[in-house]
């Protein structure tokens, strides 16, 4: 079963697996603190690597799930 979506990060909408929205979720709270800390220029502290790695574990998990989405 597949919901729409809405990315605050880039404000747009996608067809995602249901199961999927709690991790879309996640990497997009993730990259939005990032970009207010200054994007790819932020300095390296232990909060943006833990941003970081949020964003590529999400990223991970839904590759591995195959929870794609598809823009609408």
Same mark, same amino acid.
């Given at each position: 079963?597949?919901?729409? #979506?809405?990315?605050?990060?880039?404000?747009? =909408? $996608?067809? @995602?697996?249901?199961? +999927? @929205?709690? /991790? #879309?979720?996640?990497?997009? +709270? +993730? &990259? &939005? =603190?990032?970009?207010?800390?200054?994007?790819?220029?932020?300095?390296? /502290?232990?909060?943006? !690597?833990?941003?970081?790695?949020?964003? &590529?574990?999400a !990223?991970? =998990?839904?590759? !591995?799930?195959?929870? $794609?989405?598809?823009?609408?």
């Open positions: 079963m597949r919901v729409v #979506y809405t990315s605050p990060a880039v404000n747009a =909408k $996608f067809l @995602v697996p249901e199961a +999927a @929205v709690k /991790t #879309y979720q996640r990497r997009d +709270a +993730a &990259l &939005l =603190k990032l970009k207010a800390l200054g994007g790819i220029h932020a300095p390296n /502290t232990p909060e943006v !690597r833990k941003l970081r790695n949020t964003m &590529l574990a !990223r991970r =998990k839904i590759e !591995r799930e195959h929870w $794609f989405c598809q823009s609408i």
